[in-house]
T-cell receptor, first 115, second 118 residues
Framework: GAVVSQHPSWVICKSGTSVKIECRSL??????MFWYRQFPKQSLMLMAT?????????EQGVEKDKFLINHASLTLSTLTVTSAHPEDSSFYIC???????????FGPGTRLTVL | AQSVAQPEDQVNVAEGNPLTVKCTYS??????LFWYVQYPNRGLQFLLK??????LVKGSYGFEAEFNKSQTSFHLKKPSALVSDSALYFC????????????????FGKGTKLSVKP
């Protein structure tokens, strides 16, 4: 139980294009999902909190117009990196917390490389 | 401010020996504490958590952690290490002080790389 999937697992794109990453909770419903970014050999940095049916809450310094988050259902949240640049290259990880639960379960991550 | 500290960047252990990965925390109120493990190029896997109850928490893959309120610690332990335990381990505390949509997100330590040699 408590499985979270991410798609795609890796993506390479050209500078200026947009990339959408999906995060799904496969066997539970999640009112809240989280998006993190991880640089090599570093800890996870919370980018935003995604709440089903409402606007996402972004951390300080994260551009909401660049990192668009949509949480359209209790099992799906998407992160769209708009007009991607090489500095956006990173490992993006989502997590989901079962509604009423206290544990976050993480997806396998998406490796984004912007050329 | 709430925070988590993992004082060791790396821990080296011989296979079969006990291992400890250290974690200390700073929160006001009762802490919600978690341990996760990350293998290369993968997401985080949940190992165990302490919310309330017994101070010794048992988790996945033979790991356990002891909550020590007086020392504000939550060290991860395993009696006999395996080579396959080699990975990056993260301690985290739930942020209970923020309001709005970000309440309840996790604050992570910087991670400790565990290396188990045969």
């Amino acid at each position: 139980g408590a499985v979270v999937s991410q798609h795609p697992s890796w993506v390479i794109c050209k500078s200026g294009t947009s990339v959408k990453i999906e995060c799904r909770s496969l066997d539970f419903q999640a009112t809240t999902m989280f998006w993190y970014r991880q640089f090599p050999k570093q800890s996870l940095m919370l980018m935003a909190t995604s709440n089903e049916g409402s606007k996402a809450t972004y951390e300080q310094g994260v551009e909401k117009d660049k990192f668009l988050i949509n949480h359209a259902s209790l099992t799906l949240s998407t992160l769209t990196v708009t007009s991607a640049h090489p500095e956006d290259s990173s490992f993006y990880i989502c997590s989901a917390r079962p509604t009423g639960g206290d544990t976050q379960y993480f997806g396998p991550g998406t490796r984004l490389t912007v050329l | 401010a709430q925070s988590v500290a993992q004082p060791e960047d790396q821990v080296n252990v011989a296979e079969g020996n006990p291992l400890t990965v250290k974690c200390t925390y700073s929160v006001s109120g009762n802490p919600y504490l978690f341990w996760y493990v990350q293998y290369p190029n993968r997401g985080l896997q949940f190992l165990l958590k302490y919310i309330t109850g017994d101070n010794l928490v048992k988790g996945s893959y033979g790991f356990e952690a002891e909550f020590n309120k007086s020392q504000t610690s939550f060290h991860l332990k395993k009696p006999s290490a395996l080579v396959s335990d080699s990975a990056l381990y993260f301690c985290a505390v739930r942020d209970t002080h923020r309001y709005g949509g970000s309440q309840g997100n996790l604050i992570f330590g910087k991670g400790t790389k565990l290396s188990v040699k045969p």
